[in-house]
């Protein structure tokens, strides 16, 4: 009885001191801000409109190499079209910072906080987050795909729902050709 009482009691030490060194939280990757990119495109009728907007801060969680979680924050501040548009183009950019459009002043941040991830293979997954745009979060739901060092994912983003307003058909009638579509697309590579 005696053995079998050291038996357990030394599985127990061990055991414990073995589940002891496992992280618990998983781990945390940094997202390598310089080396990351996001690019927009916006589309109306008549043609549309592409540029990028660089990400402030962010990060991934990973349990291995099973992704797990991840927080970006994106400097609107810094958004700028990638258009040819000479003269044009300081005015475009003023138009999308101001309140017609994203209201960067008084929103400088936008957020995305995943909230649940599905894989469905070894290499990619169904996202799903919170994305914060002019104070307003909504949930969204993407593919993301993650290769060594690196993630891309690219994000279709109603802008009706965040409620930026300018030339959308969701909530003026009769724009014609000058009606700007509500959604926009959004291309993330992530180094980290």
Same mark, same amino acid.
């Given at each position: 009885m005696k053995k079998g009482v050291l038996s357990l009691a030394m599985a127990m030490v061990f055991g414990v001191t073995a589940t002891a060194t496992e992280p618990i939280d998983g781990e945390k990757k940094e997202i390598k801000t310089e080396s990351s990119t996001v690019t927009w495109k916006a589309y109306k009728v008549a043609?549309?409109?592409?540029?990028? @907007? &660089? $990400?402030?801060?962010g990060h991934l969680m990973f349990d291995g190499s099973k992704l797990t979680g991840g927080e970006f924050v994106v400097d609107m501040t810094s958004l700028v079209t990638t258009d040819d548009l000479g003269d044009e183009k300081a005015k475009l950019e003023g138009h $999308?910072?101001?309140?017609?459009?994203?209201?960067?002043?008084?929103?400088?941040?936008?957020?995305?906080? !995943?909230?649940? !991830?599905?894989? +469905?293979?070894?290499?990619?997954?169904? @996202?799903?987050?919170? $994305?914060?745009?002019k104070g307003t979060t909504?949930? !969204? #739901?993407?593919?993301?795909?993650? +290769?060594?060092?690196?993630?891309?994912?690219? $994000?279709?983003?109603?802008?009706?729902?965040?409620?930026?307003?300018?030339?959308?058909?969701?909530? +003026?009638? &009769?724009?014609?050709?000058? #009606?700007?579509?509500?959604?926009?697309?959004?291309?993330?590579?992530l180094a980290y």
């Amino acid at each position: 009885m005696k053995k079998g009482v050291l038996s357990l009691a030394m599985a127990m030490v061990f055991g414990v001191t073995a589940t002891a060194t496992e992280p618990i939280d998983g781990e945390k990757k940094e997202i390598k801000t310089e080396s990351s990119t996001v690019t927009w495109k916006a589309y109306k009728v008549a043609g549309g409109h592409a540029g990028t @907007v &660089n $990400l402030k801060e962010g990060h991934l969680m990973f349990d291995g190499s099973k992704l797990t979680g991840g927080e970006f924050v994106v400097d609107m501040t810094s958004l700028v079209t990638t258009d040819d548009l000479g003269d044009e183009k300081a005015k475009l950019e003023g138009h $999308l910072k101001s309140d017609d459009f994203f209201g960067v002043e008084t929103h400088p941040t936008a957020k995305l906080v !995943i909230t649940s !991830i599905k894989p +469905f293979n070894d290499k990619s997954s169904t @996202v799903t987050g919170d $994305l914060t745009i002019k104070g307003t979060t909504k949930p !969204i #739901t993407f593919v993301i795909s993650l +290769f060594e060092n690196k993630a891309t994912a690219t $994000l279709k983003v109603d802008r009706a729902k965040y409620d930026v307003r300018y030339g959308s058909g969701s909530f +003026f009638e &009769n724009l014609g050709d000058k #009606t700007i579509y509500d959604e926009f697309d959004l291309v993330v590579d992530l180094a980290y």
